[in-house]
């Protein structure tokens, strides 16, 4: 090749075009195909002819709306029935002093103050009750001591011992420390009466606080009833207003 010729041009490559997968058409290719060939159906054989076509009356706008009123007035006529009950359940619900829940728990209240001071007056018996038991017990262990400080119980037999021992000294010679001996003696027995008279006062005083220990535990019996009757028409009056508040609970939810 000469200096002068010059070298051939190459011509540039042209990509080719990348033919369509046949699998990406052929779903869209088949609806084509039914839809041609509904298409090309003919109608006869798509809908029965042979039947009269139904007639659709055109909507009666009159009509329409009178029937819309009266469904309106019928709802509004159920709303104004419940508003009238649920009125009646509120005012009875509500307990107030004039309904007939209220009046029960009024007197309910009353009676429970009643109670209350049937309560306080037995608690006053009580106290004097514990204050007799008190005493009592005082003397018991007061005569008790005065018991174990002398050999007789009774003054007839402590003048009859006396009797014996000044019979004793007048009648019998004796050394003068035996003479001592039965004087000390007789100053006991003595001393011994006194004794005996306080334990005489300690059983009388311990017969009076039994007759006032029965009287008053009477009385606490009789307040315990008192209480107990009372209790008794609590009761009942609470029954009757958990009665009618189901009643009205139950009305209530009848309504929702």
């Known amino acids: 090749m000469s200096s002068d010729e010059k070298p051939a041009e190459e011509t540039p490559a042209v990509p080719t075009e990348e033919q369509p997968k046949e699998n990406n058409n052929s779903s869209s290719n088949n609806n084509n195909n039914v839809k041609k060939k509904r298409e090309d159906k003919p109608i006869e054989e798509l809908y029965d002819l042979s039947k009269p076509i139904p007639k659709v009356d055109r909507p009666n706008k009159a009509e329409h709306e009178k029937e819309l009123d009266d469904i309106q007035k019928e709802v509004d006529s159920i709303k104004e029935e419940r508003t009238k009950l649920q009125e009646k359940i509120d005012a009875a619900m509500s307990g107030g002093k004039g309904s007939e829940i209220g ?93 005996i008279s306080k ?36 009761d009942e009056i609470q029954s009757k207003i958990k009665s009618m508040a189901s009643q009205e609970t139950e009305a209530r939810e009848k309504v929702k």
């Open 103 to 195: 009046k029960l728990k009024e007197a309910s209240g009353q009676l429970r103050k009643k109670k209350g001071a049937l309560i306080d007056e037995k608690k006053v018996i009580r106290a004097k009750l514990d204050i007799i038991k008190s005493q009592g017990d005082k003397m018991v262990k007061e005569r008790k001591e005065a018991r174990s400080s002398v050999r007789f119980t009774n003054l007839a037999d402590i003048d009859k011992e006396l009797a014996r021992l000044q019979k004793q000294q007048e009648t019998t010679s004796m050394s003068l420390a035996d003479e001592k001996r039965l004087i000390k003696e007789m100053d006991t027995l003595k001393g011994a009466k006194d004794s």
């Open 199 to 234: 334990i005489k006062e300690k059983e009388t005083g311990l017969e009076d606080i039994k007759e006032q220990r029965k009287i008053i535990s009477a009385q606490i019996n009789a307040k315990d009833k008192e209480i107990d009757a009372v209790q008794k028409d609590i």
